[in-house]
């Protein structure tokens, strides 16, 4: 099984589900390294199945004497987080605007 996020592939452990993966890493700075990549992960492909409106609410390193596992735990976004984000895009894109056109017009806007 495996992930795919910002175009690289990661071995998931057999136990692994879309919303909560393990990856064994060689070491702690790979582990360290491994989960500083996903901040802000929102949409990736598990086993060829794309999610998106994803949420990461958990990371983990553990150590065993074995070896380093990263763990990774997700939710969906809610609908309302999706509405604000939406509307705050909308905000965006009117402040955009607003900034290239004449204070007149704006004030019609």
């Not at 705050?88 to 007149?104: I, N, Y």
């Amino acid at each position: 099984m495996t992930i795919t996020y910002n175009d690289k592939t990661y071995t998931v452990t057999g136990e692994s589900i879309y919303s909560d993966f393990a990856i064994v890493a060689k070491d702690i700075d790979e582990a360290v390294a491994t989960l500083t990549e996903f901040d802000g992960i929102s949409t990736y492909i598990f086993n060829e199945a794309e999610h998106d409106n994803m949420v990461l609410i958990k990371r983990t390193i553990t150590v065993t004497d074995v070896n380093v596992i990263v763990g990774v735990m997700l939710r969906h976004k809610t609908h309302t987080e999706i509405a604000q984000e939406e509307i705050e895009s909308l905000r965006q894109a009117l402040s955009d605007l607003s900034g290239s056109v004449s204070k007149a017009n704006a004030a019609k806007i």
